[in-house]
């Protein structure tokens, strides 16, 4: 059980929604930072850089991990059953260097459809003091909702600057940089990555009002981000159990006032036009037809803003999400994908369907939507598991998503999923079959024998996700398995050249 005590408030929950970021301070005496900084500074100069193997090189980090307060915001945002993945890398600033460009992080060299809900997460944990000339790392709020920015240069960017201790956790597709380093000393940042493995059914951290409040929001001008109320309450009401939630507040105006303006010149009020009508909920039905030509504007927030208020309308938007899912639209086809997973249940029946279009983008959009819908996708599993041979393989990436996102209930694809880790040539589609055992748990019993094997798969991740699978099913036979491999793949931290005994 964890301490209630160090779980994020409601209002913390909300920054994190809107703005991509939550910065907690550990409570580890000094000691332990400049410990990590020395060690980090001795082996990078010895050996290079120790990427993935900085946890086992620099052990006191996980006492990091460990701090109550970052365990806390962790459980908060990710649930209680989260686990560490093993890409990790500490981020060098050499000194006087001129920072990065704002980017998002890719998955490893991997790709994946950007996930609004946050599934994933990252931690950026600063070793020693970093004040502004140190070259802290930087974002850009607000934007783990968009695939391209909207401002130029460095424009909107918030400093993560802070103490020795200071862990700023990160909605994993938010976009980032390290500054420019004005000093002579070499600043750290360690990078982890993390993972939600459960479905949220209820708030996990300190709530006090599971209803989102549209007034309570704290939205500040954000030059990085719009304004995008009915995207945040939809994350808000997936995290706490209760899909896509119905409308707060009435809006000021009529709702033909609002597709009027999705027609201005101006981007800003067409992007606040679409989100305003969202907010009606299944009342703005009658802008069905103009939100689906908002899915075609060229301004992004305008097409999230339309996407998540058709989602917000439901089942009534079905057949308009279908019709663009289905355009020759790539932007447009990706947004609709979006506002069907909002939808949720009443869009399963016309994306089962769609799951045998002859376009492999439309394939391909229609799985990923299953995926994030998660518990309601449940009657999908059979025609999911009757496309697990497609020919396009990023269908068979997100395939496993969508068992995952099921969790226990998709057992019946456990023989799937066993097939698709065993066999299939793609790596993605192995290492995401993995962590769908592991999120489907102990009803993947019948996998302990190809996840042995998967144990020493050519890809690192194949190999991690086997772990946490192995370690969920948590039988004997499971249990012995994983032993048998950590104990031979156990590293000495100690062990260096100068110090082989």
């Not at 060690?39 to 460990?66: A, H, S």
């Not at 995926?371 to 598991?385: E, K, M, Y």
């Not at 042995?452 to 099913?473: E, F, G, Q, W």
Request: proline residues 5%.
């Amino acid at each position: 059980m964890h301490d209630h005590s160090n779980l994020l408030s409601d209002k913390q929950m909300q920054d994190f929604i809107v703005n991509g970021f939550v910065t907690v301070k550990t409570d580890l005496p000094r000691s332990v930072h400049e410990t990590i900084y020395r060690k980090t500074q001795e082996y990078t100069e010895k050996e290079g850089n120790p990427g993935n193997n900085i946890l086992p090189r620099v052990p006191e980090l996980q006492e990091v991990f460990d701090d109550p307060a970052v365990r806390g915001a962790f459980t908060s945002i990710l649930g209680e059953n989260y686990v560490m993945h093993s890409h990790r890398h500490p981020h060098r600033n050499a000194p006087h260097s001129k920072g990065q460009g704002f980017h998002m992080d890719s998955y490893w060299g991997h790709q994946k459809v950007r996930h609004h809900r946050p599934r994933w997460a990252m931690a950026f944990y600063y070793p020693q003091d970093t004040p502004l000339a140190l070259g802290p790392s930087s974002v850009l709020s607000g934007t783990q909702y968009y695939s391209h920015r909207i401002t130029q240069e460095n424009e909107g960017e918030i400093a993560l600057n802070g103490e020795a201790g200071t862990v700023t956790l990160i909605h994993f597709d938010l976009w980032h940089r390290a500054m420019a380093n004005r000093t002579d000393k070499t600043r750290y940042m360690m990078k982890f990555q993390f993972i939600r493995l459960d479905e949220p059914h209820q708030p996990e951290w300190n709530v006090e009002n599971k209803e989102w409040n549209v007034d309570a929001c704290d939205f500040s001008e954000n030059p990085a981000s719009e304004k995008h109320q009915v995207t945040w309450r939809h994350v808000w009401n997936w995290m706490t159990g209760n899909g896509n939630g119905h409308a707060t507040q009435n809006i000021n105006g009529s709702l033909g006032k609002h597709i009027e303006e999705l027609n201005d010149e101006n981007p800003s009020i067409r992007s606040d036009a679409a989100d305003a009508i969202g907010l009606l909920g299944e009342d703005a039905s009658d802008a069905i037809s103009a939100l689906s030509q908002a899915l075609h504007d060229d301004y992004e927030p305008v097409r999230l803003n339309a996407a998540y208020a058709l989602g917000a309308i439901g089942e009534k938007a079905v057949p308009v999400l279908i019709e663009n899912l289905v355009s020759e639209n790539g932007q447009a086809r990706r947004k609709a994908a979006y506002g069907l997973a909002a939808v949720g249940a009443p869009a399963v029946p016309a994306l089962i369907e769609v799951l045998a279009h002859e376009n492999d983008d439309v394939r391909v959009e229609a799985t990923y939507a299953l995926a994030q819908i998660g518990n309601d996708a449940n009657p999908a599993v059979p025609a999911l598991r009757a496309r697990a041979k497609d020919s396009k393989v990023e269908v068979r990436r997100y395939i496993p998503e969508a068992f995952g996102s099921l969790c226990a209930n998709a057992a019946p694809a456990v023989p799937t999923l066993i097939d698709m880790l065993a066999n299939d040539e793609d790596v993605q589609v192995r290492f995401e079959s993995a962590l769908a055992l592991a999120q489907i748990g102990p009803a993947s019993v019948d996998a302990i024998p190809v996840l042995t094997n998967a144990l020493h798969d050519k890809n690192r991740y194949v190999r991690d996700n086997s772990i946490h699978a192995l370690n969920r099913i948590g039988t004997p036979e499971a249990k012995t398995a994983l032993m048998d491999y950590l104990l031979k793949a156990r590293w000495c931290d100690i062990t260096n050249k100068n110090s082989k005994y």
